[in-house]
């Protein structure tokens, strides 16, 4: 070809890593822009946070009801963010054909998961600030290594970025929108975010106790409001769900 | 000559279940526009993904600009444009924003504003994807699909439901991305669209090609044509026959209108009126019936509406 027009071809992708932040960008706008979203993952957390700390609802034990909340709360937050948003933004993505012409662009799928949990985790920040900000102003003390809760929460990423992306990438996108918020709002209720699991019958506690939420919430109240070591058999049960979780997405995930 | 095929399909089989939507498909495209013809469900999407490598062949081989859509897919996918049939873009984001993003994905891509302004998406301004018109989400899509200057481009039915202008909008830049040297493999089931835009044109029915070739070829190798003129009645057609070529044939079907029917090129139309100068014949209307090609596709593909 001798042409030189317009559209001659010039084919060619860009550096992967502009590709992956480009996507990552674009993914956070998308998130922020969405106003369910936005209700999941900031105002219902806030919103439990400061009315849960200031109306006595729940007999949370000792102590300052802030310190028993906010841990809890930043498992919320987690959840809000890496399972149920992530899941109901990638199932209406894979019903619009997003997922499908983007498997088409010169950005491999793995940098597009990548980019996703690079999306996931900058909300994250910002939920963590928030969360942290709202509850300091409450009166709350936090104790413990901050090495451990960022574990705790990283962990607790993947483990519910995996059945986020599970659910997204196997069911229709509208039963993926009633199931994420219906297993949000259990687990609200019998994962240790704002109930203590004691309150429940041994039997019921013992298997509640073995939910990623559980993990994650009762694992950062053992550091934040008591100072604990680091809590292995949280970690442990995070661990599982993550590997099992992103395993099963990885292998089931249909695209289109 | 014409250079290399783009796209070579052999014997290609794609089942769904216990559907057979492509049954032994060979198609050749080469360098230039070939336009998909076929009716609903005759196979034409399951091709053409199956070259962007969304599908996976059952059998048969698949080779796009030489790769294997599949396999060979990063290799593969800077090099082409893919428009869907509808979709592709995330709910909330405004046009714009969104073209920027697949320009950001390729190393020299157009210019973003150029094509915005070109393909009428500046009224869109900040509008979400969701509340778009159709025509305004379909010009997304085929600007999306050659933001990253590739060498091929896939369209599936790039005017599907659009107004007369968009669909002229949408012609035009197939022509121009024609002229500059880029491939398109467009389907539709436009006849005027195909016969306007491709210089190949491959018919599609039951998962087969059941003819491929320029739209004149195809027209021609079609039904023959007719030619019509009117004259004084009671002409001799007799002798008209006498001098038309042998595979012709010619009748008054009403007094004073006369039609020969053959294949109607110009040499014909010159022993028409040469004969009719001869006998002192004035044609005060004369008109050639070409066939078009949705004559052709209708005569293959049969003339029954199908689900």
């Known amino acids: 070809m001798t042409t030189t027009g317009t559209y001659s071809p010039k084919p060619g992708a860009a550096p992967l890593p502009r590709m992956i932040a480009a996507q990552a960008v674009l993914e956070t706008k998308m998130l922020l822009r969405n106003g369910e979203q936005l209700l999941l993952t900031v105002v219902i957390p806030t919103l439990l946070l400061v009315l849960f700390s200031t109306v006595d609802v729940v007999d949370t034990g000792e102590g300052e009801t802030v310190d028993f909340l906010a841990p809890g709360v930043l498992a919320l937050a987690v959840m809000s963010t890496a399972f149920t948003g992530q899941a109901i933004a990638t199932g209406f993505e894979r019903r619009y054909g997003v997922l499908k012409r983007l498997a088409s662009s010169p950005l491999p799928r793995w940098g597009l998961m990548t980019a996703k949990t690079l999306s996931v985790l900058v909300t994250e920040v910002l939920q963590v600030a928030l969360v942290t900000v709202i509850a300091l102003v409450l009166g709350w003390s936090p104790q413990g290594d901050p090495f451990t809760v960022f574990l705790l929460l990283v962990l607790g990423t993947a483990a519910f970025s995996g059945l986020g992306l599970l659910m997204a990438g196997t069911l229709k996108a509208e039963a993926t929108l009633a199931a994420a918020n219906l297993v949000f709002l259990l687990l609200l209720v019998g994962g240790g975010v704002v109930v203590p699991l004691d309150r429940f019958p041994d039997a019921a506690r013992d298997v509640l106790g073995l939910l990623p939420i559980s993990a994650l919430s009762e694992g950062l109240r053992d550091v934040l409001r008591h100072g604990a070591g680091v809590p292995w058999d949280d970690l442990g049960i995070l661990a599982v769900w993550a590997v099992a979780g992103l395993a099963a997405a990885g292998k089931l995930f249909r695209w289109e | ?307």
């Not at chain 2, 023959?224 to 009117?230: C, G, H, K, S, V």
């Not at chain 2, 010159?270 to 044609?283: E, L, N």
Request: charged share 25%.
């Open chain 2, 1 to 307: 000559m014409r250079s290399e095929p783009v796209v070579q399909v052999q014997a290609l089989v794609k089942r769904y279940g216990t559907k057979t939507a492509v049954d032994g498909l060979d198609l050749v495209a080469r360098q230039g526009v070939t336009a998909v013809l076929g009716p609903n469900g005759a196979g034409k999407t399951t091709t053409v993904e199956t070259c962007e490598g969304y599908r996976r062949p059952d059998s048969g081989t698949v080779r796009v600009l030489g790769l294997d859509p599949v396999r060979d897919s990063a290799a593969l996918r800077p090099r082409v444009g893919v428009m869907l049939q509808s979709g592709g873009v995330y709910s909330g984001a405004r046009a714009d924003e969104m073209l920027r993003h697949v320009a950001r994905l390729h190393a020299h891509p157009l210019d973003v504003d150029a094509l915005i302004e070109r393909l009428g998406l500046g009224s869109c301004g900040r509008t979400a994807y969701r509340r778009l018109s159709g025509g305004q989400q379909q010009r997304l899509a085929l600007a999306m699909a050659v933001v990253g200057r590739p060498e091929l481009v896939f369209l599936d039915e790039p005017t599907a439901g659009l107004d007369p202008q968009a669909r002229r909008a949408t012609w035009d830049l197939v022509r121009d991305l024609r002229a500059d040297g880029v491939s398109v493999i467009l389907t539709t089931h436009y006849m005027d669209e195909a016969e306007q835009l491709a210089d190949d044109v491959a018919i599609i029915d039951a998962g087969r090609v059941i003819a491929q070739g320029s739209p004149e070829e195809l027209c021609r190798g079609g039904a023959e044509n007719t030619l019509r003129f009117t004259g004084r009645p009671g002409l001799d057609v007799a002798s008209l026959l006498k001098a038309l070529p042998a595979d012709s044939s010619a009748d008054e079907p009403v007094p004073g209108s006369y039609r020969v029917v053959g294949k109607v090129d110009p040499q014909l139309l010159a022993t028409v009126t040469s004969w009719c100068a001869q006998h002192g014949v004035m044609p005060d209307r004369i008109s050639v019936e070409r066939h078009t090609l949705e004559d052709v596709f209708l005569e293959l593909t049969g003339k029954e509406l199908r689900s």
